[in-house]
């Protein structure tokens, strides 16, 4: 079946570090690939997603590219910041309309200053 | 962006009573909403896909007439939780899809519901 793993945490960091959260899926046909972050107390948010192989996703200053030879989406930034402190989650959701997210563990990150 | 609500936030019951929790869509009509659960420090596990004037889908290992949901209109799901024990202590997250919309969800804030 379909899943989606990603490292573990938590993650710490000082801040204009450089971040990289793996994350590695498996999955039948062409999934669309999603990072969503959770600040603390508030729900989950969309932060980039990539629907098909070789896509780049961007925000914030967070890239992550959709890797079909190597089933892997990780996400990256080259300089975090106190407030990008939060958790990460990879998803993946097949194409088809309607179809709901299947979720990876979830990394928290924590930046220092 | 679109914006989601759930209600309550948090909610205490014992066990044995049933209690309701409300997801809204609150700018935007959603056809299909999901309800998931979060352990702590865990994942979200989907329970069930909502959709507007049909019966939800259940994924495997949820009880359906545990976790009743009820999606009658455009703006608004339910799942009630019945027969509440300690072991149905979580966190609840719904999302909502856009009609048209294959790839982005907006999710709620969550509720919190503990049983005693």
């Known amino acids: 079946g379909n899943s989606v793993t990603q490292m573990e945490g938590p993650v710490t960091l000082s801040e204009e570090a450089f971040l990289t959260i793996n994350c590695t899926y498996t999955a039948t046909g062409y999934p669309s690939l999603f990072w969503y972050v959770q600040y603390p107390g508030e729900g989950l948010q969309l932060l980039l997603k990539?629907?098909?192989?070789?896509d780049k996703g961007s925000n914030k200053g967070f890239e992550a590219t959709y890797r079909k030879e190597t089933t892997s989406f990780h996400l990256e930034k080259g300089s975090v910041q106190v407030s990008d402190s939060a958790v990460y989650f990879c998803a993946l959701s097949k194409t088809q309309a309607g179809t709901a997210l299947i979720f990876g563990k979830g990394t928290t990150l924590s930046v220092s200053s | 962006g679109a914006v989601v609500s759930q209600h309550p936030s948090w909610v205490i019951c014992k066990s044995g009573t049933s209690v309701k929790i409300e997801c809204r869509s609150l700018d935007f009509q959603a056809t299909t909403m999901f309800w998931y659960r979060q352990f702590p420090k865990q994942s979200l596990m989907l329970m069930a896909t909502?959709?507007?004037?049909?019966?939800?889908?259940?994924e495997q290992g949820v009880e359906k007439d545990k976790f009743l949901i009820n999606h009658a209109s455009l703006t608004l799901s339910t799942l009630t939780v019945t027969s509440a024990h300690p072991e149905d202590s979580s966190f609840y997250i719904c999302s909502a899809r856009e009609p048209g919309d294959a790839y982005e969800q907006y999710f709620g804030p969550g509720t919190r519901l503990t049983v005693t």
């Open positions: 909502s959709n507007e004037g049909s019966k939800a889908t259940y």
């Open positions: 990539a629907t098909k192989a070789d």
